[in-house]
């Protein structure tokens, strides 16, 4: 038994389903194209699985009932923080998540499984409230942090990407979620979006982003590539309206399809698609 076997048994023991990812990536094994309904906590087929290879480890939230706060650090070549968390002292996503908690009068979220990400960001595991229904989300909560719940899964200890190890660096058992990060992260009805005025165009640009992001986080397995060519659609009519930089939607977008298991690949080919059509019919804000 090698050491992934017995790092995919220790999560199945927690109760956390888990599916193999491709060893040195994030993305599923090929095959597991419905990864959240076949990830499992049965020992016995855990072992069988990771028999074959050392496998990475995919955790499917939602079947887990884990709600999974990431917490990134800038890498090079990184866009600076927007004008509302440059602020002293905030400098990566748990910087943004300490001034979160200040602000709601909350203590620091630190009594709660841990993982350091292999590239050196923080993985914070809650436990989902059982009358509450979250999903994924990218910078729902500020700067460098992006969660996932329902339809998300996240990169589980032992795992490696690249010269990266995820670790475990606080093994207490899950917090339940706290009430008003809950409250925060609750998905909201579909509404249409307001006309903005000219001078609030850039702010228009990037809410519209964020909405489409975390549409395709949020997007079901069998629509999943559908959402991701209509949200690059949308993201590519503003572009073309010089209202958002095409290159930073193709990277948030790809982002976020690796994140729900598309391979990098075919996300690619469909986002270039839809926001070349996008292209095509400018949007304008106003």
Not at 141 to 147: E, H, Q, V
Request: aromatic residues 6%.
């Amino acid at each position: 038994m090698h050491d992934l076997t017995r790092y995919a048994l220790a999560a199945a023991a927690r109760g956390w389903h888990v599916f193999p990812l491709t060893p040195g990536q994030k993305r599923p094994l090929r095959g597991f194209t419905d990864w959240e309904r076949q990830a499992t906590t049965d020992a016995a087929r855990i072992r069988q699985m990771w028999a074959r290879a050392p496998y990475n480890i995919g955790i499917a939230c939602g079947p887990s009932r884990l709600t999974v706060i990431d917490l990134d650090v800038p890498q090079a070549g990184d866009d600076p923080p927007p004008p509302e968390w440059a602020l002293p002292g905030v400098h990566d996503g748990s910087d943004v998540l300490a001034v979160l908690c200040e602000q709601a009068a909350e203590p620091l979220l630190l009594e709660t499984f841990s993982v350091r990400t292999g590239r050196g960001g923080t993985h914070l595991y809650f436990s989902t409230p059982p009358d509450v229904e979250l999903g994924n989300s990218a910078g729902k909560l500020g700067w460098k942090i992006d969660t996932r719940a329902r339809g998300g899964y996240v990169v589980g200890p032992g795992s490696r990407v690249g010269s990266g190890r995820y670790e475990a660096i606080h093994t207490a058992a899950p917090a339940p979620l706290p009430s008003w990060l809950a409250e925060r992260l609750a998905l909201d009805p579909v509404q249409p979006a307001p006309r903005p005025a000219l001078g609030h165009a850039l702010g228009y640009a990037l809410t519209a982003m964020r909405a489409e992001v975390e549409r395709v986080l949020a997007a079901a397995p069998g629509t999943r590539n559908n959402t991701l060519n209509a949200a690059a659609f949308a993201l590519g009519q503003l572009a073309a309206a010089d209202l958002l930089p095409r290159h930073l939607a193709e990277v948030c977008l790809q982002s976020a399809a690796e994140a729900i298991g598309l391979s990098a690949r075919e996300a690619f080919s469909t986002i270039r698609s839809g926001l070349d059509s996008g292209s095509r019919q400018p949007r304008r804000a106003a």
